[in-house]
């Protein structure tokens, strides 16, 4: 029999081993899809004017920051400016109707809460408080006028005359902290989303440009582990004579 060299087994066994990087196709993923701008609130219009947030997140309405006299009297001024405007689906008379019951049945308690909250600002500037209080309550009446809101604020006003219906005097500065807030959330509820359109469509373009990625296939080199070797006999090694 012929000799074999037995450091050769190893050098045969060998080949093939090492893996070699070899390109491939790859299908790119998709770029991602942007989520849709919010729509602009019903009501707006583009480039109209809101209020700016407040420290705490919140919007400017009249009726924050009062004292429990001015509640319920910016609570009556709201339900005057309801009984003006709310015309819609047949709510006119009711809300009228409402209206000057509620003045005629509470009008002691409106009239000492009125003059207790005129009292509040001719301590601030005696000289001056007329005009500075005309100029506030004039400022309610337009903002609760305003028609962006005001589906949602004439129905908030309609529910509160029916539920002012059966209110004892002695609940009724209670009654208007609770649902000035109410009065004023349509407003507040459309400057948010208002705010969220125009801040979505402004930053829209810049989202897409920033997220474009190439479509198609991409030659990449990857690393593919060479087939597993045979470690049978190679019979051009071993064979008999």
């Not at 081993?17 to 583009?46: F, I, L, Q, S, Y």
């Amino acid at each position: 029999m012929r000799r074999v060299s037995a450091f050769l087994l190893p050098a045969v066994l060998a080949v093939g081993c090492t893996p070699k990087p070899v390109a491939v196709a790859v299908e790119a993923p998709p770029p991602p899809v942007a989520p849709p701008a919010p729509a602009m609130p019903a009501g707006g219009v583009p480039g109209m004017v809101i209020p700016a947030r407040t420290l705490d997140g919140g919007w400017p309405t009249p009726g924050r920051a009062l004292s429990a006299d001015g509640t319920v009297w910016h609570l009556r001024a709201a339900l005057n400016v309801a009984a003006l405007v709310c015309r819609e689906g047949g709510q006119g008379e009711a809300v009228v109707g409402a209206y000057n019951a509620m003045l005629t049945g509470r009008k002691a308690a409106l009239g000492a809460a009125e003059q207790r909250y005129a009292a509040e600002w001719r301590a601030l500037d005696p000289a001056e408080w007329q005009d500075r209080y005309d100029d506030a309550m004039t400022r309610a009446y337009n903002f609760y006028g305003q028609s962006f809101a005001r589906p949602g604020f004439c129905a908030a006003a309609a529910q509160t005359l029916t539920d002012m219906a059966v209110l004892p005097d002695e609940q009724l500065s209670a009654f208007a902290a609770e649902r000035l807030p109410t009065l004023d959330r349509p407003f507040a509820d459309f400057f948010t989303a208002y705010a969220a359109w125009r801040d979505g469509a402004t930053a829209q373009p810049a989202t897409a440009v920033a997220r474009v990625v190439p479509a198609g296939p991409v030659q990449v080199s990857v690393a593919v582990p060479a087939a597993k070797p045979w470690l049978g006999i190679d019979p051009a090694v071993y064979r008999m004579p």
